[in-house]
């Protein structure tokens, strides 16, 4: 089996986005004094690498708990969005290249290159009609090696969530924050985005992979 680790690691002062809580690990027990290693987490459950959940935008809508843990694993359709200028609309031209797609769509920036700088807010975007062209060929998973389905502008006050209504309000998750998108290919056909189990959640922390393999995996050992 091989596997593409796809996540940014949880650290002390990262990245989040404008306003959400800050991220703080500290050892909370060690060797030398308690006997073992234990560390203090502080972070929002929009932190890194993660999922959305259709309630994190809508009261009435599901919770992270409520979605098939078969909805976070699969193949996927992976989209060469590289090479656009800061706040760009991705042409959707780049995913009408496609006449299928898998129920995972993977959107490739390369975006993640300038995570934790203020360039990473500045990053492309899907508009309504692309949006509206995955849901209509059944996408209901989409993972972005950026920030948001909608644009992040410099006030956040202003902020519009246009995309994230409109996938949410269909039962579709957003997977954020992706990483090392570029080292995906034939050879790893699958991706895992299963979150931390947080119950009634807004969206959780993922260890977000791609992998190869899984056509092998349930057969018997001697």
Same mark, same amino acid.
């Given at each position: ?14 990245? &989040?986005?404008?306003?959400? @809580? ?13 006997? &073992?290693? &234990? ?8 932190? +890194? ?28 359709? %992976? ?14 031209? #780049? ?16 975006? $993640? ?5 203020? #360039?990473? %807010? =500045?990053? @492309?975007?899907?508009?309504? %009609? ?5 849901? #209509? ?28 209504? #409109?996938? $949410?309000?269909?039962? +579709? ?11 995906? $290919? ?7 985005? %299963?979150?931390?189990?947080?119950? =009634? ?6 260890? =977000?992979?791609?992998? $190869? +393999? ?9």
């Amino acid at each position: 089996m091989k596997i593409i680790d796809c996540s940014h690691h949880i650290h002390t002062g990262m990245q &989040v986005f404008p306003g959400d @809580p800050d991220v703080v690990v500290t050892p909370a027990l060690t060797v030398m004094n308690e006997g &073992v290693n &234990v560390l203090s987490l502080h972070f929002g459950s929009q932190t +890194g690498t993660h999922v959305d959940s259709p309630f994190h935008v809508r009261d009435d809508l599901a919770t992270l708990d409520h979605i098939p843990l078969t909805q976070f694993v699969g193949r996927y359709t %992976l989209i060469d969005a590289t090479g656009l200028d800061d706040r760009a609309t991705i042409p959707i031209e #780049r995913f009408e290249a496609h006449t299928t797609f898998e129920s995972i769509v993977l959107v490739r920036t390369d975006w $993640s290159d300038f995570y934790n700088s203020a #360039r990473y %807010l =500045a990053h @492309p975007v899907l508009d309504t %009609l692309t949006i509206e062209l995955l849901l #209509r060929h059944g996408v209901r998973t989409i993972g972005l090696d950026f920030l948001s389905l909608d644009a992040t502008p410099v006030d956040v006050a202003t902020m519009t969530l246009e995309n994230h209504y #409109r996938w $949410s309000e269909q039962g +579709g998750i957003i997977v954020e924050n992706l990483t090392n998108l570029r080292a995906l $290919s034939d050879e790893t056909p699958y991706v895992s985005f %299963l979150p931390l189990n947080l119950g =009634a959640s807004d969206g959780a922390p993922i260890r =977000a992979v791609a992998m $190869s +393999g899984l056509e092998g995996a349930a057969e018997k050992r001697p």
